[in-house]
Each structure stands twice: as C-alpha cells, then as structure tokens.
C-alpha cells in the first residue's frame, strides 16, 4: 500500500486560510441537511427487525409455559456463560426433561445471538426492545418468569407472533426447510413467501387446506 503524504501548503494558502474556508463551507452545508442525530427519548428510533435487544423466553400458546425443551445448547454456546438452565428428567414421562430455574445474566451478554440462533425449538429470542435500563443490578438477571413475560410483553405492545418474528430474523432467505431443525419449521407468512423466502412445509399445508 502506496502512503499518501498530505501536500506541503504553500504561502498563498497559509495567508487566505483555505483549510478555514473549507472548514466553515462545511458546518454551513450540513446546516441545510436533515440531522441524522435523534432527540431521544422524545424521538424514538425506528428499530429494524433482526435487532438483538431485550430477552424474552417464547410462551407456548397451549401449555401458558415455556416452549423450552432443556437441550442446554444456548448455555454451551453462549461466549459470556451468562444462561444457567437447572432441570430434572421425570422417569414416568418417559425420561422427558423439565425446566425448573432458566436465567440470564443480561449484564454479562454481548448479544451475539448464538443462543436464539442455535435454539431448536425458537425457545429464545432477542426481541427489538433495547430500552429496559434498570437502577438495580438484581433487575437485570432475569429468570423464567421474567423472560416469560418479556415474552408477553412484546407480544402484545408490537403485536407480533412467533412467525412474524422468527421467519425474517432466524430464517435466511432461501434457506431450504430442510436445513432447519423440526422446532424451527415455522408457517410462513404471505408477506414474507413475497420476498423470495422458500415456502415451509406446514406453510403449504395451510394454504392447501384453505383452498379445499
Ligand atoms: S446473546 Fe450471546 S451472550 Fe447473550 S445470552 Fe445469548 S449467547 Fe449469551
Ligand atoms: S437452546 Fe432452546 S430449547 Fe435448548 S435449552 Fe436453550 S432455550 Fe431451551
């Protein structure tokens, strides 16, 4: 790589302040543009989808519990180790694993998303809420109830279901349904099948049993 040294400036120059005028040219051109700048928090930005904010722990419409299955694949994959996940396995149930404590530390998460990423059953999310600063450090270790409401929360201020939520933000487009563990096969939805997504399985059930 070739280094670029900045030219000598010359007498003229120095005695008419080019570099000032250039200076001043560009504070009065930028008076004229729009502010990229926000006043918040009277201005509230317009967060895009795929932002990794608040935690929330998805509700199972049908059980009014978590959707976890306690694989432990979000504690082991997160970089902070800032998920502990406590259970038991019920012999009756056929040795099936239930959740007694699920925790994160939000204090220690870096949000990279691995733990919503790697989830196979779209148990974890990160939603787009990024405003849940607290004075206590308690407040923000969050646990199952919390998260679980999170969840509730977001459902019902944004208006959003799991679909709407996990196709766009957990599903590449053109990714084969294939691909994707069973848990994470959701429908999906007219709005985003119109932006090239491949078309789930359960998605084309839907539609056929519409027509019928
Ligand atoms: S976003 Fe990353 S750091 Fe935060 S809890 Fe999930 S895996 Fe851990
Ligand atoms: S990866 Fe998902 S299902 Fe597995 S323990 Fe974590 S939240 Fe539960």
Redesign the pocket.
């Known amino acids: 790589m070739q280094i670029q040294y900045k030219k000598k400036r010359n007498l003229l120059q120095n005695l008419l302040l080019v570099e000032l005028v250039q200076g001043m040219w560009l504070t009065l051109r930028r008076l004229f543009t729009k502010p990229i700048t926000l006043q918040y928090p009277h201005e509230q930005p317009n967060v895009r989808r795929g932002f990794r904010g608040q935690h929330a722990?998805v509700r199972d419409p049908h059980s009014g519990t978590?959707?976890?299955?306690?694989?432990?694949?979000?504690?082991m994959v997160c970089p902070s180790r800032c998920?502990r996940?406590r259970i038991h396995k019920e012999p009756e149930h056929g040795n099936r694993r239930f959740?007694d404590e699920?925790n994160i530390d939000v204090l220690r998460c870096v949000y990279c998303g691995y733990?919503a990423e790697?989830?196979?059953?779209?148990?974890?999310i990160l939603t787009e809420v990024f405003a849940y600063s607290a004075f206590d450090r308690k407040t923000l270790a969050y646990d199952m109830p919390k998260l679980l409401d999170n969840w509730d929360d977001y459902l019902s201020e944004q208006g959003e279901h799991l679909e709407s939520y996990a196709n766009p933000t957990w599903r590449p487009r053109g990714l084969p349904e294939g691909t994707l563990p069973v848990g994470k096969r959701l429908p999906v939805s007219d709005e985003w099948k119109g932006e090239g997504q491949v078309v789930g399985r359960l998605w084309r059930q839907s539609v056929q049993g519409q027509n019928r």
């Open positions: 722990l978590t959707r976890c299955i306690g694989c432990m694949k979000c504690a998920i996940i959740i699920y733990c790697v989830c196979p059953v779209n148990a974890i």
